[in-house]
């Protein structure tokens, strides 16, 4: 009797860096899941697809701008026509540039949104048409700090993260009814990144007291939310360090 292969159940990570996102992506990989893993520059990714196939997992890379509607448009029906269909989306895109009211310009306001806001947007939109037909799916939206109070000097970054929790609440009321799982994880302290090692040395040294956020336990987090049973889903989650001040 011949066997028909069904298709591989995909996880689409959208701004797969070096530390959330790829953190993000192998714990997908981890549970089962061919993970689709995307940034502006492919070849970036290498690095994050071999760690996974190392580890026995499956993992496909896209370069691909997260802003460009034409681009999330052919990105997911590649996705849906030659892997597998999404079962998993998350939206990791940063763009958090720091910078005085006064002196910021039109032209980074609005590149700030674009990464931060409608970006989510387009790639939740197209996902969702997928999910809805099928009756199942979850869409996770990386959130911060921002997304619920605007702090000095980053006006353009809080404008753009309050408006992306307020699609992924739209989202929810709109999607949950239909089986779909929408959540905005808040991402509130330190990462264990190159970037924080380098500029903020004195943050780096809690590390090891748990002073900063661990991206395999943030990634775990994101795992727990797309496994939770449906009477009891979360929208909103919101993780920092013990010692973080909020």
């Not at 691909?64 to 079962?87: F, H, N, T, Y």
Request: aromatic share 8%; with cysteine.
């Amino acid at each position: 009797m011949t066997q028909v292969n069904e298709p591989a159940k995909v996880a689409l990570v959208i701004g797969a860096g070096d530390s959330t996102g790829g953190a993000i992506a192998r714990r997908f990989a981890a549970g089962g899941y061919t993970t689709c893993v995307t940034r502006r520059d492919a070849d970036k990714l290498q690095p994050l697809i071999d760690a996974i196939e190392r580890s026995g997992g499956r993992a496909h890379g896209f370069g691909s701008d997260a802003r460009k509607e034409e681009e999330v448009i052919a990105l997911v029906e590649r996705i849906e026509r030659d892997i597998g269909p999404i079962e998993v989306l998350v939206f990791n895109v940063g763009a958090n540039v720091p910078c005085s009211i006064l002196e910021e310009t039109a032209r980074k306001y609005f590149k700030i949104w674009e990464m931060a806001c409608l970006a989510g947007f387009l790639n939740g939109r197209e996902v969702a048409k997928r999910m809805v037909q099928r009756e199942r799916g979850t869409i996770l939206f990386t959130g911060a700090t921002a997304a619920l109070r605007g702090s000095a000097h980053f006006a353009a970054f809080s404008g753009a993260k309050h408006a992306l929790r307020a699609l992924a609440q739209s989202m929810a009321r709109e999607l949950g009814p239909r089986n779909i799982h929408v959540a905005h994880v808040v991402v509130d302290g330190a990462i264990d990144t190159e970037f924080i090692r380098s500029n903020f040395p004195e943050r780096y040294a809690l590390k090891d007291e748990g002073g900063i956020l661990n991206p395999d336990h943030i990634a775990q987090n994101y795992w727990h939310l797309h496994t939770q049973p449906r009477d009891a889903w979360t929208f909103e989650l919101d993780l920092r360090p013990y010692m973080e001040r909020w």
